[in-house]
């Protein structure tokens, strides 16, 4: 495990670009959260303050970092297809890596950047959590953490598929226009469901592993309950927006399609020349 993890830091970070990346996407993110955060909403009785206090921060932050874990992955496939390109992966089994190994090296890898951007996202939370919030208590602070490792798991699905098409198409420019088009590709086929089926595409419930943030509820400055306890003001609750799994399915559905993605790519760098 350990001389994968050592292989793989030696690839990544002989890459010029790697490093330049990794940076970039860590800028663009706090530049995100820091314009936000300066916004003025002129509807009366509504601030973005309420965004970046807890628990909505918990929500909040890992939506936004989502939208960079589409950056993440391409940047992954990027080194998968480097590694074709140069014949490192032939270079590698000659040099007495099994090919299970190869993929082992790159799950390591996925693993390591997940983790970098948990902790990006959990260092953001923190800072902005405590300046904002008023009347702190750790009720307050640790209510839907669990939000947190939600959205770890989804770095993971996203770069995982990413790994697939990379394993698939070979070619790192392929590769990244494949994985583009297959968003709206997904989104057409789904057309063609039920309303039921359509939350089991793998996109979909990729992406939903980080809920859709409740900003009209959340930036209120007062609270709006309804009969059924919940907010008046949630699009859901007032049918503008359609009703997604519950948060524990979707984990467990998203795990499945991650295993998937890591056994189709076994399958594939087994059964295809190097």
């Known amino acids: 495990m350990k001389k994968l993890f050592n292989l793989e830091k030696i690839k990544a970070l002989s890459y010029p670009a790697f490093k330049t990346l990794m940076i970039i996407h860590f800028l663009l993110f706090f530049l ?6 300066r916004w003025h ?12 206090q807890f628990p909505n ?7 936004v970092a989502s939208w960079f874990n589409i950056f993440l992955t391409i940047v992954l496939i990027t080194l998968v297809g480097n590694e074709f390109a140069f014949k490192t992966f032939r270079q590698n089994v000659i040099d007495g890596l099994s090919r299970n190994d ?3 090296g790159k799950l390591i890898l996925i693993f390591t950047v997940a983790v970098y951007t948990f902790l990006m996202v959990l260092i953001a939370v923190l800072i902005f959590g405590l300046i904002k919030t008023d009347g702190l208590t750790a009720g307050k602070v640790f209510e839907h953490v669990h939000l947190l490792f939600v959205y770890f798991i989804q770095a993971i699905g996203y770069m995982t598929l990413g790994l697939l098409f990379a394993m698939i198409f070979r070619n790192t420019a392929l590769s990244i226009i494949m994985f583009i088009l297959y968003f709206p590709i997904e ?22 592993l980080t809920p859709r943030p409740e900003i009209l509820t959340m930036t209120s400055e007062q609270s709006y309950t309804n009969a059924s306890g919940t907010s008046s003001l949630d699009l859901t609750e007032m049918g503008l927006l359609p009703e997604e799994l519950p948060l524990g399915v979707t984990v467990v559905v998203a795990l499945g399609y991650i295993g998937f993605f890591i056994g189709m790519s076994l399958l594939l760098i087994n ?4």
Not at 32 to 37: P, Y
Not at 41 to 52: A, E, H, N, Q
Not at 201 to 207: D, G, R
Not at 271 to 274: D, E, I, V, Y
């Open 57 to 63: 921060i918990w929500t909040f932050f890992p939506w």
């Open 41 to 52: 909403i002129t509807i009366p009785g509504f601030s973005v303050k309420g965004l970046y």
């Open 102 to 104: 190869l993929i082992a």
């Open 32 to 37: 995100v959260i820091l314009v936000v955060s």
């Open 271 to 274: 059964k295809r020349n190097l």
């Open 187 to 208: 989104g057409i086929i789904r057309l063609f469901f039920k309303q039921e089926a359509r939350r089991f595409f793998p996109l979909k419930i990729i992406s939903n």
